[in-house]
């Protein structure tokens, strides 16, 4: 008899975007076109699925970076989080989300041998540039290029 294999990290952070994404679609539909707008009413970005999501991201990050993940998983899944902001046509709000989500990954980023990391620095910095970045992906950053500085 076989032995099912639990999911990997990587597979359970698609699976978490995948939910977050219906989510997001599923707030954005329940609100009026001027919601927010003045102050009057929930702005878009008030719903309670991105608190849920940003709890549910830090447990996955948080059980990766206490146990013992294999490298390739590991990494495949601080790349996703990296580049979730991009790889679909989110909603404005969903994307700075995922922006200020990437911090979930300082933890785990010292887990990755140096060239993991190496290659994980040079897509990032080709995807966001000195001029776009925000403080947190500052910070991941430099959490790539450990070794590198």
Known sequence: MEEERAPSYAQKLRDLLDEYETAVRQARARKTPGSGLLGFGPKRGDDPCHEAFDQKLEALFAAMAAGDPPVEDA?????????????????????????????????????????????????????????????VQDQVLKALARDEL
């Open 75 to 135: 990494a495949d899944a601080i790349g996703l989080l990296l580049r979730a902001e991009e790889d679909r046509p989110w909603p404005e709000e969903a994307r700075w989300m995922l922006v200020a989500a990437q911090r979930h990954a300082l933890p785990v980023i010292p887990l990755l041998p140096g060239a993991q990391r190496r290659k994980l620095l040079l897509e990032y910095r080709k995807r966001y540039p000195r001029f776009r970045r925000l403080p």
